[in-house]
């Protein structure tokens, strides 16, 4: 099975920054479409950033130019770097990993980001 390790969550300021580092493990990463999501209290979850096996990116409206997907497929790990952070993106944010061919949806445990004073 794939199992994803989150880490670079915690506390910031707002206009501040934060790196969110995903490791994989249990397949070829090079097969495994990655995103990251996340999920205020009492609201749905909601995807912020997507970053294809072949590295296209696609991001939320509301992250747009703010945050920047990447990977490191030797490294099997996916980044979200957080720019100009603002207080509506607290919320618990999620890694999720898709495998080619079969579909199969693997996610993280979630790691909490807070944007405040």
């Known amino acids: 099975q794939v199992q994803l390790v989150e880490s670079g969550g915690g506390l910031v300021q707002p206009g501040g920054s934060l790196r969110l580092s995903c490791a994989a493990s249990g397949s070829i990463f090079r097969i495994l479409d990655m995103g990251w999501y996340r999920q205020a209290p009492g609201k749905e979850r909601e995807l912020v950033a997507s970053?294809?096996?072949?590295?296209?990116?696609n991001y939320a409206d509301s992250v747009k130019g703010r945050f920047t997907i990447s990977r490191d497929n030797a490294k099997n790990t996916v980044f979200l770097q957080m720019n100009s952070l603002k207080p509506e993106d607290t919320a618990v944010y999620y890694c999720?990993?898709?495998?080619?061919?079969?579909?199969?949806?693997?996610w993280g445990q979630g790691t909490q980001v807070t944007v405040s004073s």
């Open positions: 999720r990993a898709r495998r080619l061919f079969t579909g199969s949806e693997y």
């Open positions: 970053i294809s096996t072949g590295s296209s990116t």
